[in-house]
Antibody, heavy 119, light 107 residues
Framework: EVQLVESGGGLVKPGGSLRLSCAASGFTFSNYSITWVRQAPGKGLEWVSSISSSSSYIYYADSVKGRFTISRDNAKNSLDLQMKSLRAEDTAVYYC????????????WGQGTLVTVSS | DIQMTQSPSTLSASVGDRVTITCRASQSISRWLAWYQQKPGKAPKLLIYKASILESGVPSRFSGSASGTEFTLTISSLQPDDFATYYCHHFNSFSRTFGQGTKLEIK
């Protein structure tokens, strides 16, 4: 069974840092691009960042570029999102999702982890 | 950047109705358009990819179509489980864009 499990969310002050993780199982992790998508409370979905299967290609939304860093460890079947200089507008549920190249869509999602940026 | 304009933002319908949600791209995106369903407190669920291919396990009452830069999601006969929020999504090499969402409510 394909599973993606996020962790690392919590309450952080503006300007602070947080590291989210996504643990994958049930599929060959190294064969898939993975993406972070977030959803602010009561709002729609926002793509955050994507990383290709071998980490050769990395993309960020303009809203997080220069502040967030995505990385992966295929040996550990894990994905990280290092978030720095956090702002109130980064408050959201963060989801990791699998992105098969032939679909250009996200076919499996984690349950999400809540990040709250507040003083 | 490619913009995705989704409409309507809210749709009221009854069980058994046929409903259509539209997503318009700001430029040609070929058929690289997906549709997701999201229920409160849950992760989104992939329904359709490449504009019209039904994801495995998704009921056949869901269908997608494309005409130029306009894409539609149709639910042929609404079931109680279908009341949720729906998002379109475009994915290219450099960016990924979601539509604003359509909340499908019970009339």
């Amino acid at each position: 069974e394909v599973q993606l499990v996020e962790s690392g969310g919590g309450l952080v002050k503006p300007g602070g840092s947080l590291r989210l993780s996504c643990a994958a199982s049930g599929f060959t992790f190294s064969n898939y691009s993975i993406t972070w998508v977030r959803q602010a409370p009561g709002k729609g979905l926002e793509w955050v960042s994507s990383i290709s299967s071998s980490s050769s290609y990395i993309y960020y939304a303009d809203s997080v570029k220069g502040r967030f860093t995505i990385s992966r460890d295929n040996a550990k079947n894990s994905l990280d999102l290092q978030m720095k200089s956090l702002r109130a507008e980064d408050t959201a549920v963060y989801y990791c999702a699998r992105a098969p190249g032939d679909k250009r869509a996200y076919d499996y999602w984690g349950q999400g982890t809540l990040v709250t940026v507040s003083s | 950047d490619i913009q995705m304009t989704q409409s309507p933002s809210t749709l009221s319908a009854s069980v058994g109705d046929r409903v259509t949600i539209t997503c318009r791209a700001s430029q040609s995106i070929s058929r690289w358009l997906a549709w997701y369903q999201q229920k409160p407190g849950k992760a989104p669920k992939l329904l359709i990819y490449k504009a019209s291919i039904l994801e495995s396990g998704v009921p056949s009452r869901f269908s997608g179509s494309a005409s130029g830069t306009e894409f539609t999601l149709t639910i042929s006969s609404l079931q109680p489980d279908d009341f949720a929020t729906y998002y379109c999504h475009h994915f290219n090499s450099f960016s990924r864009t979601f539509g604003q969402g359509t909340k499908l409510e019970i009339k």
